[in-house]
Structure formats: C-alpha cells, structure tokens
Nanobody, 126 residues
Framework: QVQLVESGGGLVQAGASLRLSCAAS????????MGWFRQAPGKEREFVAT????????YYADSVKARFTISRDITRNTVYLQMNSLKPEDTAVYYC???????????????????WGQGTQVTVSS
C-alpha cells in the first residue's frame, strides 16, 4: 500500500520561502513520477510540478516556473518542493501524488496520478 505524507506547510508573508516534503513508502518508485498539485478554496486541483523518479527530469506549471523547484532524494524516498518568492495566489492545500508506469515521462494531468497524500496547507499573506 503506497503512502504519501506531506509536511512543511504553514503561514508565511509574501516573498518568503517554504519547503514542502513528501515521504513516500509502500513500494519501490522506479518507473514512476512524483508530482505536486494544489487546490485553493472554490477552485479545481491544479498541477504544480513533477519529477521523474528514475531520470530526474522535471516539468513545471507556468505559474510557478523559476520560483519553485521540485527534487527527489531516492535514498530517503522523499520528494521536495522548494517554494521561493511566494505570492498570496499560491495559497492552497498542496498535495503530493504518484503516477505509475511513466517511463521517462513527466505527466501533468491529475488523472495520471494514482496515489495521493492528505495535503498540507500553505497560506501566503500579503
């Protein structure tokens, strides 16, 4: 059973930084991609970033490109999302997710992801 546990959220001011972590367990994650998504109140869940577990290639939403960095630590089975220059519009619940059988791909659609964490709240005040 795959488990994804997010941590690192909180309340910060605009311009600050946060680093989210996602601890993954329950299987090996070869041939997988690990993604971050977010959902603000009243809005649909949206893609933020993803990293291919085997190859390390990444893909970002335009809204976070150059501000956020996704990475993975294979030895710790953990995925990180470093968020810099945070804006109030980044306020959302952030979810970690796993897509299976991705090869070297970096999928961005929520439907590609099979396993999801419980989410961590990020609030950015102006």
């Amino acid at each position: 059973q795959v488990q994804l546990v997010e941590s690192g959220g909180g309340l910060v001011q605009a311009g600050a930084s946060l680093r989210l972590s996602c601890a993954a367990s329950g299987r090996t994650f070869s041939n997988c991609a690990m993604g971050w998504f977010r959902q603000a109140p009243g809005k649909e869940r949206e893609f933020v970033a993803t990293v291919n577990w085997d190859y390390g290639n990444t893909y970002y939403a335009d809204s976070v490109k150059a501000r956020f960095t996704i990475s993975r630590d294979i030895t710790r089975n953990t995925v990180y999302l470093q968020m810099n220059s945070l804006k109030p519009e980044d306020t959302a619940v952030y979810y970690c997710a796993t897509a299976m059988s991705t090869g070297w791909g970096t999928p961005a659609g929520t439907g590609n992801y099979r396993y999801w964490g419980q989410g961590t709240q990020v609030t950015v005040s102006s």
